[in-house]
């Protein structure tokens, strides 16, 4: 290149360097201006790959922002996600299609989604929409209501406790809610001195569908009395016409069943509902109309009983159908009182696995225990009353398990029956762990040198608290007669002296021996049989034999077992000796192998119906 174009190529270059110096410069003090007036310039800056990096501000370093769990930002993002607005459109489409025909496919559709995403999203959205559905300002169809009982009670038995734990938290949670809402216009409208009628009429009935939506979940043996008896109590303290509202409809819907369920307790609110009426100065007549159905409850009214139970009957097959359960299959109700569930917040949730608790020994000064802390507590701490003496006695007697320890202190140190009964119920035994008592009750008996009447007056009276009793009495009888061979001669005199009062007393029918082949008996069985039938025809009342074997024609295909009684009554009973100088009917002074023939002729004619004719 020649000097001239050196020159100018030179000249250029400067000139272009200079006018780049200029420009930095400028932006330089661009920034600074922006910077000191509060704004922030940013820079877009390309790395090493192409991409864009982040926005930074030169003029000063970026502020570190504050640390967001993982959980809050699930929480954060959940709502705006494309995945959760999928989810939360399908659970709203399966609900709203949701009723007693189509329960199967929708329940199996939502177990799905709960097998597929995240379980808490599910059981919240579950929640959610099933409150918004049957919470409303106006009453909703009872049918309705028990239709999404239903199915959450299905998920409550498919997917497990957390599902039923959830939902049960939630509820409550609304119901006080709304509740206290009502409490609080209560009080204004009585403060403006309005009518009371007006007041009840403009009762928000959100409160009242909720109740009922407790009273369905109970029914469906989702949740446990003890709630619901804690909720009565409740209501029970102030009397005011939403607590009467509410207690209307929880007695008119599951005080059939709490009267079965929990007698002991429903006796108890009875009588604490009375005293609150009595001490009222003019009782409304809602107030009057609560207790004649209290009253009616009482008295064992068969047909409230039936009326009120045929209406859940179908939903309670169709639970069963869908969940497919049998009565030993069920999950144990939720027994969770309702300070628990209050004060879950803050003292945690104890019935949900992995959660923190701090209730029941952890708080300071805290010295009161929840009503369903006998069932969580180990068998040392269950049988507080029972001494040492009786915990070896139990193992010597080969309780082998916590439920059955409790349960054999609890009977053998009672002071008679009924005491005996007060502490069994006090344990609060889950279905499954209930049936303990009548296995220990027989084995006791059976152990015992001198035959004792308190087991036979104990189990009556279990088998007039519950149904329940009577179907495991009888089981629990039918296993015996497999074993009876290896019995010694005491025990099966004590188990044949304890059927025949259980079958004089109506707890058991003799269509309980139908089991039995009368043609091939064993020599202890036959033993056992002549024992049962010389007790039952010479201990007890002409009338009270006369009932026993009349049951026998109350029951389906006895024709055969009525046919065997005759030949064995007539071939080992006639002529027997045995027993017949064994505890006696009250008052008798003849000839006892005289009255055995008198009873024989009577069971004769009974078994051949000649007498009922």
């Not at 007036?37 to 790395?47: A, E, V």
């Not at 938290?169 to 204004?188: A, D, I, P, R, V």
């Not at 608290?465 to 015996?480: L, P």
Request: hydrophobic content about 40%; charged content about 25%; glycine content about 4%.
């Amino acid at each position: 290149l020649d000097n001239g174009k050196l020159e100018n190529f030179g000249s250029d270059d400067d000139d272009e360097i200079d006018s780049d110096d200029n420009s930095e410069e400028e932006a330089e003090d661009k920034m600074q201006e922006a910077a000191d007036d509060g704004h922030t310039m940013f820079i877009s800056r390309k790395d090493a790959y192409g991409d864009n990096q982040v926005p930074s501000n030169s003029s000063a370093p970026a502020k570190p922002a504050a640390y967001v769990p993982p959980a809050l930002r699930t929480k954060l993002d959940q709502d705006s996600s494309v995945e959760h607005m999928r989810l939360q459109k399908s659970v709203r489409g399966a609900l709203n299609r949701l009723n007693d025909t189509n329960m199967a496919s929708i329940v199996k559709d939502l177990v799905h989604l709960f097998q597929t995403n995240s379980r808490n999203a599910m059981c919240s959205l579950v929640t959610k929409f099933v409150l918004q559905t049957c919470v409303d300002r106006d009453h909703t169809l009872n049918h309705l209501l028990a239709v999404y009982a239903a199915c959450v009670t299905c998920l409550f038995h498919l997917i497990g406790m957390e599902v039923g734990a959830f939902f049960l938290q939630e509820l409550c949670n609304e119901f006080l809610s709304c509740y206290h809402t009502e409490c609080q216009k209560l009080q204004q409208w009585n403060s403006k001195k309005l009518r009371a009628e007006s007041a009840e009429e403009d009762v928000d009935k959100r409160t009242c569908n909720l109740a009922l939506l407790f009273a369905l979940l109970y029914n469906f043996k989702m949740i446990h009395s003890l709630l619901i008896m804690d909720i009565i109590k409740k209501l029970t303290t102030s009397m005011k016409p939403i607590d009467i509202e509410l207690l209307l409809i929880l007695l008119k819907n599951c005080g059939w069943r709490l009267r079965v369920d929990d007698a002991t307790q429903f006796a108890e609110v009875f009588q604490l509902i009375t005293t609150r009426v009595a001490s009222m100065p003019k009782p409304s007549s809602r107030v009057q109309f609560m207790l004649e159905s209290i009253n009616e409850l009482k008295a064992k009214r068969q047909k409230i009983t039936k009326e009120t139970a045929q209406q859940y009957d179908q939903l309670n097959k169709i639970v069963r159908s869908v969940c497919n359960l049998k009565n030993a299959d069920r999950v144990p109700p939720l027994q969770v009182p309702l300070a628990d569930l209050e004060n879950a917040e803050t003292q945690g949730k104890w019935w949900l696995v992995g959660s923190a608790w701090a209730g029941r020994a952890g708080v300071a000064g805290n010295n009161t225990l929840a009503a369903s802390s006998a069932a969580a507590t180990d068998s040392g701490a269950a049988v507080q009353d029972g001494s040492a003496e009786l915990m070896q006695l139990a193992l010597a007697q080969r309780m082998n398990t916590d439920v059955r320890k409790r349960v054999f202190v609890a009977m053998m140190g009672s002071e008679d029956y009924l005491d005996a009964f007060e502490r069994l119920m006090r344990l609060k035994l889950t279905d499954k762990q209930d049936r303990e008592i009548v296995r220990v009750l027989l084995q006791c008996c059976m152990q015992e040198k001198v035959y004792n009447r308190f087991y036979s007056l104990l189990a009556q009276k279990l088998c007039e608290h519950s149904h329940n009793h009577r179907v495991t009495f009888q089981y629990a009888i039918w296993d015996r007669f497999k074993e009876f061979e290896s019995l010694q001669i005491a025990q099966v005199s004590h188990f044949s002296r304890l059927l025949s009062e259980l079958v004089a007393a109506g707890s058991l029918s003799l269509g309980v021996l139908k089991v039995l082949d009368f043609t091939t008996l064993q020599p202890k069985i036959l033993f056992g049989m002549q024992l049962f039938f010389v007790f039952l025809l010479t201990n007890f009342t002409e009338d009270t034999v006369r009932t026993a074997f009349k049951r026998l024609y109350a029951g389906k295909d006895l024709d055969a077992l009525r046919a065997a009684l005759v030949i064995f009554l007539a071939a080992y009973v006639k002529n027997c000796t045995v027993g017949l100088g064994d505890g006696g009917m009250p008052g008798y002074q003849g000839d006892r192998k005289e009255l055995l023939k008198g009873r024989m002729k009577m069971c004769k004619r009974l078994l051949s119906e000649q007498e009922l004719l």
